[in-house]
C-alpha cells in the first residue's frame, strides 16, 4: 500500500528558508512508475486547498502557481520517491498546511492542478501525505 509522508514544516520568520519534503513508501518499480505527477498543495487558513507546485516525474517538468512562480523549486529524488519543496525568503501569506499529492496523470493533466480554481484529483485517486505545517511570521 503507497504511504506518502510529509515532514518538514515549521515556523519561520519572514525572509526565512524552508525546504518541505514527501517520501512515498510501500512502492514498487512498477507503481513509482505510475506515479507521474506528484507535489504539493497547500490549504491556508479559512481556504480551500490549492495546487501549488507539481512535477511530473516523466521528464522533470516542473509546474507552480501563478502565486509562487518562480519563488519555489521543486525536486525529486530517491529514484523518484521523493519530491522536495524549497522556497527561499518566506512570505507570511504562505502560512498553510502542505500536503503532499502523487497521481497518475499526464503532464498536461498535472499542469492542469496549479491553475486558478483548479480542483484536486476526485476520492480515490492519487495519494496524499498527512500534511505538515508551515508558518510564516512576519
Known amino acids: 500500500q503507497v504511504q506518502l509522508l510529509d515532514s518538514g514544516g515549521a515556523s519561520v520568520q519572514a525572509g526565512g528558508s524552508l525546504r518541505v519534503s514527501c517520501n512515498a513508501s510501500?512502492?514498487?518499480?512498477?507503481?513509482?512508475?505510475?506515479?507521474?505527477?506528484m507535489g504539493w498543495f497547500r490549504q491556508a487558513p479559512g481556504k480551500e486547498r490549492e495546487g501549488v507546485a507539481m512535477?511530473?516525474?516523466?521528464?522533470?517538468?516542473?509546474f507552480d502557481a501563478d502565486s509562487v512562480l518562480g519563488r519555489f523549486t521543486t525536486s525529486q529524488a530517491n529514484a523518484k520517491n521523493t519530491v522536495h519543496l524549497q522556497r527561499n525568503s518566506r512570505k507570511p501569506e504562505e502560512t498553510g498546511v502542505y500536503y503532499c499529492?502523487?497521481?497518475?496523470?499526464?503532464?498536461?493533466?498535472?499542469?492542469?492542478?496549479?491553475?486558478?480554481?483548479?480542483?484536486?484529483?476526485?476520492?480515490?485517486?492519487?495519494?496524499w501525505g498527512q500534511g505538515t505545517q508551515v508558518t510564516v511570521s512576519s
Open positions: 512535477i511530473y516525474t516523466g521528464d522533470g517538468g516542473t
Open positions: 499529492l502523487a497521481v497518475g496523470y499526464t503532464s498536461e493533466a498535472c499542469r492542469g492542478l496549479v491553475l486558478p480554481g483548479a480542483e484536486p484529483p476526485g476520492t480515490g485517486f492519487g495519494h
Open positions: 510501500g512502492v514498487t518499480s512498477r507503481v513509482t512508475s505510475s506515479l507521474t505527477c
